[in-house]
């Protein structure tokens, strides 16, 4: 393996900017820059394949490699950075983690029971890391032998993996991380002719590498690309832009996110014109958007851990971790404002999921169960927001969703529709026969009437029917 770079200490500063700088400031500038290599679309992609993955409202993310047999911790010290970065650690010595792989066994790796847990937790999609930037393959790649076929498990990981999540109707993306820290020709900037080559190098490599993936597991929806905040990888737009089209074209209706590419000049995400590269907006990492503008018309989802930082398997999670209700919560503000919420998972390096994981999935579950008609094929309502949680608007139907977090002492929840309309029926998901009353009230709006003592200690949700308002909205406008 390769000495560690000074680069690499660049690439985690750069890391920790990135993850909490916006990368996606939509600037437009006054005068159209000419591109070769920027947006090739404007607006959403309009094709069935996107169209779905518009409908999925929850993902899993699983984090998986060398890195979750250290979970997160070496000679009894924890990093207390993200598990998955642990090479970059100086207590850890990269000739010890770039063989830690020669103790890769995962006996209790189940692809079957994987899929049977994501399906309860009601998952539409999963991203899988086929490779981080430690270079670590989980499939048996023939371009390095820094792969699952030089462990004691031997076996190939992506495959059962994909035909499990598929057979349980699970679409499955997978995760490539480009910058690879294991390969000599990785380079984190192109200052000399000799990183030029070298980069070309890798560049092929990379391109054999996704080859590989695509024609092995062609069930695969999408492909999900990290570790490409880099100069090399910035100065790299027309390859990014080649590369993008040669994979689309090797499987038809492939998604790919906007980490993939970079414009003529260095842009990621968007192009120097504000238009986004990319099938969806992928920059929300660990954080939602406050208002629907903040997404600028764009498909987005939003991965987020359940502790504080770190994806791979973390024996000691640090600080707050989030609770059942607070990632339902998420998942309520993301459909709300028109994306997906997906929840990373780390296994353990034996293939085994902490207890609080699992704990989580059951919840979302459950929860799921009841009120999944709020989430899947939801969209953005527009309507005027209200205290006590989020609405969603089920695609190409009058009907919506009040997803409730708070109940007012009062016990009545406004609701204010759009001028002419009107809200004709309000039932609570789950439990029709709960009594809820229905009063208009002017402009339109209406206050629902919940029982007395009325309470579900768990988030829950109202469906309303609406149609056109006929004979309201005259109401006298106050002269002031
Ligand atoms: O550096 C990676 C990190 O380890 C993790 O994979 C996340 C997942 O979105 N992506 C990068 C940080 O933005």
């Known amino acids: 393996m390769i000495k560690k770079f000074s680069g690499l200490v660049v690439s985690?500063?750069?890391?920790?900017?990135?993850?909490?700088?916006?990368?996606?400031?939509?600037?437009?500038?006054?005068?159209?820059?000419?591109?070769?290599?920027?947006?090739?679309?404007?607006?959403?992609?309009?094709?069935?394949?996107?169209?779905?993955?518009?409908?999925?409202?929850?993902?899993?993310?699983?984090?998986?490699?060398?890195?979750?047999?250290?979970?997160?911790?070496?000679?009894?010290?924890?990093?207390?950075?993200?598990?998955?970065?642990?090479?970059?650690?100086?207590?850890?010595?990269?000739?010890?983690?770039?063989?830690?792989?020669?103790?890769f066994n995962p006996q209790q790796y189940n692809p079957t029971q994987w899929a049977a847990m994501a399906k309860q937790m009601g998952v539409k999609y999963l991203t899988f890391t086929t490779k981080h930037h430690d270079g670590f393959c989980l499939w048996p790649s023939k371009t390095t032998s820094y792969t699952i076929a030089g462990t004691p498990y031997k076996k190939d990981i992506i495959k059962p993996l994909v035909e499990a999540y598929t057979k349980a109707g699970i679409d499955v993306y997978l995760y490539f991380s480009v910058m690879d820290w294991s390969h000599p020709d990785w380079r984190y900037d192109l200052k000399t002719r000799e990183d030029t080559i070298a980069f070309d190098r890798f560049k092929k490599f990379t391109k054999?590498?996704?080859?590989?993936?695509?024609?092995?597991?062609?069930?695969?929806?999408?492909?999900?690309?990290?570790?490409?905040?880099?100069?090399?990888?910035?100065?790299?737009?027309?390859?990014?832009?080649?590369?993008?089209?040669?994979?689309?074209?090797?499987?038809?209706?492939?998604?790919?996110?906007?980490?993939?590419?970079?414009?003529?000049?260095?842009?990621?995400?968007?192009?120097?014109?504000?238009?986004?590269?990319?099938?969806?907006?992928?920059?929300?990492?660990?954080?939602?958007?406050?208002?629907?503008a903040d997404v600028h018309g764009n498909d987005w989802d939003c991965v987020m851990t359940i502790p504080e930082n770190g994806w791979g398997y973390q024996e000691k999670w640090l600080g707050h971790w989030k609770t059942s209700n607070e990632l339902i919560e998420?998942?309520?503000?993301?459909?709300?404002?028109?994306?997906?919420?997906?929840?990373?998972?780390?296994?353990?390096?034996?293939?085994?999921?902490?207890?609080?994981?699992?704990?989580?999935?059951?919840?979302?579950?459950?929860?799921?169960?009841?009120?999944?008609?709020?989430?899947?094929?939801?969209?953005?309502?527009g309507w005027e927001k209200q205290d006590w949680g989020y609405y969603t608007k089920r695609t190409g139907e009058n009907k919506y969703y009040m997803i409730v977090f708070n109940v007012p002492v009062s016990g009545s929840l406004k609701v204010q529709p759009p001028r002419n309309w009107t809200v004709t029926k309000a039932t609570l998901l789950g439990d029709a026969t709960k009594n809820i009353s229905l009063e208009k009230i002017d402009y339109g709006g209406s206050f629902i009437h919940l029982p007395k003592g009325f309470s579900t200690g768990k988030p829950f949700v109202i469906e309303l029917e609406t149609q056109k308002a006929t004979g309201t909205g005259n109401e006298q406008k106050a002269k002031t």
């Open 12 to 103: 985690t500063i750069i890391f920790m900017v990135a993850t909490v700088t916006p990368s996606f400031a939509q600037q437009k500038p006054k005068e159209k820059i000419e591109l070769q290599h920027g947006a090739h679309r404007t607006g959403k992609r309009t094709d069935a394949d996107m169209q779905t993955w518009r409908t999925y409202g929850l993902g899993q993310f699983i984090h998986w490699g060398a890195y979750s047999l250290l979970g997160g911790k070496y000679n009894g010290e924890y990093y207390n950075g993200a598990a998955e970065w642990i090479r970059v650690w100086n207590k850890v010595p990269n000739a010890v983690y770039d063989n830690l792989y020669k103790q």
């Open 208 to 292: 054999d590498q996704l080859t590989e993936l695509l024609t092995l597991y062609p069930e695969t929806k999408g492909l999900w690309f990290d570790g490409t905040w880099d100069n090399s990888w910035k100065k790299s737009g027309a390859f990014t832009d080649s590369l993008e089209q040669y994979l689309k074209a090797l499987r038809p209706g492939l998604i790919i996110g906007s980490r993939l590419r970079a414009d003529d000049l260095g842009n990621r995400h968007n192009d120097a014109n504000g238009l986004l590269m990319g099938d969806y907006e992928q920059g929300w990492e660990r954080k939602i958007p406050k208002t629907y």
């Open 330 to 381: 998420m998942l309520a503000q993301c459909v709300s404002l028109g994306g997906n919420l997906v929840v990373n998972f780390g296994p353990k390096g034996d293939g085994s999921f902490r207890p609080e994981e699992m704990t989580a999935a059951k919840d979302i579950g459950a929860w799921m169960k009841i009120n999944s008609n709020a989430i899947y094929n939801c969209e953005y309502a």
